[in-house]
């Protein structure tokens, strides 16, 4: 599956979608592959605060539990709630299955995380 | 082999194993085909120890808690080598091959220290116990449709081997192969065991994917395996099972056949027959939103820790969070309310009857 060009991408294989001061965070096709089965996501409540490289919630497939960490810090403003009836969405298009919505602390944080290119290609080495 | 089927890879026991298959659809994809079709594994790193002479059921008598006396040639039952304190070396499914003549089945991960207790333990008997396991690579094909996908490959009528019985046939034109219908999964199946060359094995494994096409067989990693035998309540070692826990705590005590002739660990279980046990093992489903795991804690509802989970999982076919636990006996009532920690949060849980699935007796 192609990564979007206009997000950014961790080493912790999440994703995020910076508009202005808000952005979208959700996990890797890559994520989602290696994960296997998602049967289960646990994510912040509206209000929260996140800090870039912590962890904000887990995603647990039928054989492990996996941590998830925030690629920027800020205030949680929308969280998905749909994905606690239908985790499976993150299997099915993890790019758009979003996990939570931020008001940036910093807008500029995430610049420095790698380009859907450079994700691409640490993905390979990885491998 | 495997990698060549694009599956992610895990060393287990010191084997290079195969946890599930991506392009079979994944764990749970594999673990439904089991229960609504056909799946099969590679199952090679299961041990094979054969005791042979004229003593030789004398031996498994004294090292097996079962009775061996009890099967018939061409007859398996499942059993467990136990210390003298009762507490497991392994689990292991003991097959009477002939009259001096039975073949364990043992675990992979304990497969050394197995063989090593075994040739200490029989060697007051007239027989010789050899690991051969490297000779064997055994296939497993489970599901409601395994007899009509090995059915192709054998010359042997399978229907006429019943549960947990096995007989020597040809199957992909390989003479003298053992055929057992027996498995891991809580389902129906087979389990064949052909010699462990590659091109043999490669051959095998292709011939029954081929045989299987029609029933849309997938090819099952230990992921499969695990919430499969979960879902059976089948004894993991180093999980419901280990040298610290005793058979009576298992609750496998109608495999232990006390009444018979004396075998290692016998006294031991009298003793603790008689004080009772102090904790057991029970099934739980989560009652709230959580998945208990492996390790996590349990406790009671005033919040003192009482024990244990020992596999805990989603269960693919059933749709629950559901675990095997040891806990007091006064926690083990059917609908008890317990809880399992999951990250900081108790989670509550309530105890269920196990087999959490059975499977649906044949019409």
């Not at chain 1, 490289?53 to 647990?60: A, D």
């Not at chain 2, 050394?112 to 029989?122: A, L, P, Q």
Request: with cysteine.
């Amino acid at each position: 599956m192609a990564y979007p060009k206009d997000y950014k991408y961790t080493k912790e294989h999440e994703w995020i979608q910076v508009k202005g001061n808000t952005a979208t965070v959700g996990i890797t096709d890559h994520a989602q592959e290696s994960l296997g089965d998602i049967v289960f996501v646990e994510l912040p409540k509206v209000g929260a605060q996140v800090e870039a490289g912590k962890s904000f919630g887990t995603v647990e497939s039928v054989k492990a539990v996996s941590e998830l960490y925030a690629p920027a810090s800020g205030k949680v403003v929308e969280v998905n709630e749909s994905l606690n009836q239908g985790p499976e969405a993150v299997n099915q298009d993890a790019h758009k299955a979003w996990m939570i919505k931020l008001e940036l602390t910093n807008p500029s944080q995430a610049d420095g995380l790698m380009s859907a290119d450079d994700y691409e290609k640490y993905v390979a080495e990885e491998k | 082999m495997h990698r060549k089927l694009g599956a992610k890879m895990v060393d287990f026991g010191g084997w290079d194993m195969p946890v599930e298959y991506p392009a079979s659809g994944g764990l749970v994809k594999e673990h439904l085909a089991v229960r609504s079709g056909v799946g099969m594994f590679d199952v090679s790193h299961m041990g094979d120890i054969l005791i042979r002479g004229p003593q030789a059921l004398d031996a498994v008598q004294w090292i097996s808690m079962n009775d061996a006396s009890k099967l018939q040639e061409g007859q398996a039952h499942y059993s467990a080598l136990l210390y003298p304190e009762g507490t497991f070396v392994d689990d292991v499914i003991v097959h009477k091959m002939g009259q001096n003549d039975y073949l364990l089945v043992i675990n992979a991960g304990t497969r050394e220290k197995d063989h090593s207790w075994v040739r200490k333990n029989v060697s007051k008997f007239r027989c010789h116990a050899d690991d051969v396991g490297d000779y064997y690579t055994q296939i497993a094909i489970q599901g409601p449709k395994a007899q009509a996908t090995l059915q192709k490959l054998t010359n042997i009528d399978l229907s006429q081997i019943k549960n947990y019985w096995f007989k020597h046939g040809t199957v992909c034109n390989l003479p003298n192969t053992l055929i057992a219908r027996t498995g891991y999964t809580a389902e129906d199946g087979f389990e064949i065991y052909v010699p462990s060359d590659v091109p043999t094995s490669e051959r095998v494994w292709n011939e029954v994917t081929e045989a299987g096409k029609e029933f849309s067989i997938v090819p099952c990693g230990l992921g499969a395996r695990n919430t499969l035998r979960l879902e059976g309540k089948m004894a993991l070692y180093g999980h419901e099972i280990s040298d610290t826990i005793n058979v009576l705590e298992a609750a496998l005590d109608r495999y232990c056949k006390m009444e018979k002739a004396d075998f290692v660990g016998k006294a031991a279980l009298e003793k603790v027959k008689a004080a009772g046990v102090k904790r057991i093992l029970v099934g739980l489903e989560a009652v709230d939103r959580g998945i208990p795991r492996d390790g996590y804690k349990v406790f009671d509802a005033q919040g003192t820790e009482i024990g244990y989970v020992t596999s805990g999982s989603p269960a693919p076919f059933l749709k629950k969070n559901i675990a095997l636990a040891y806990v007091p006996p006064q926690h083990s009532e059917i609908g008890h309310e317990v809880f399992v920690e999951i990250r900081g949060q108790k989670v509550k849980c309530k105890v269920v009857p196990t087999p959490f699935y059975k499977r649906p007796k044949k019409a």
